[in-house]
């Protein structure tokens, strides 16, 4: 049986809540109050990155899960290949962030979305939404009711405080659901293109 968070799934969004927070909060240079870490991608992720890290994320998650037997040992494997990496070419790499979540970030990005957290899953604290693999996010309405129609029965949504603006949470038991669903999004990509009004 795979590895995975014990937590219950479900697509739960109200469109009509959902805000566009202000510019000057996404182009922040130095952190947010929930994300120290928070870098503006908006101009560096999008598919051309997407197509990048999504393979080679793919092998390292499922090599991981093969020979792992907990969450733990599955999540310090992944930790020994990102120094590897970061050894080996610094952040010179396809995988920009945590393994398992790369993908999921860079796709959010290329279709009109904007990243604020994310994380591949904490295995030593209980599982709740902040402890699994889960993107906190912006959305355009128009782009979450296509992320809403989209849902596989391996992700949940759901609305979110983020920095005191509404937007949304995409979570998962494994973080090679997320992954999986980025390659959703890509499939479908022609539903997120604007069409030009002649």
């Known amino acids: 049986m795979p590895l995975e968070f014990e937590i219950k799934l479900e697509v739960d969004v109200n469109i009509a809540q959902l805000e566009e927070p202000p510019k000057d909060l996404l ?3 130095d952190g947010l109050e929930c994300n120290n870490d928070y870098t503006d991608f908006r101009s560096f ?3 051309n990155e997407w197509k990048k890290s ?3 994320e793919k092998n390292y998650l499922l090599e991981a899960e093969s020979k792992s037997k907990t969450l733990k040992t599955f999540e310090d494997k992944l930790v020994k290949k990102e120094e590897w990496l970061l050894k ?8 920009f962030c945590e393994l398992g979540i790369s993908s999921m970030v860079s796709a959010l990005y290329a279709i009109g979305c904007h990243p604020i957290i994310s994380c591949r899953g904490n295995p ?3 599982p709740n939404i902040n402890t699994v693999p889960h993107v906190a996010f912006f959305s355009k309405k128009r782009i979450a009711k296509k992320l809403v129609q989209l849902a596989t029965p391996t992700i949940g949504l759901f609305n979110a405080d983020i920095e005191g603006f509404e937007g949304l949470v995409i979570y998962s038991r494994r973080a090679v659901h997320l992954l999986e669903f980025s390659k959703v999004l ?4 022609g539903l997120f293109e604007r069409k030009r009004r002649c």
């Not at 890509?186 to 990509?189: S, T, V």
């Open 27 to 29: 182009s922040v240079e």
């Open 45 to 47: 992720l999008g598919w």
């Open 54 to 56: 999504f393979p080679i």
């Open 186 to 189: 890509y499939d479908n990509l």
């Open 124 to 126: 030593e604290c209980k």
């Open 88 to 95: 080996k070419s610094g952040f010179d790499h396809a995988v």
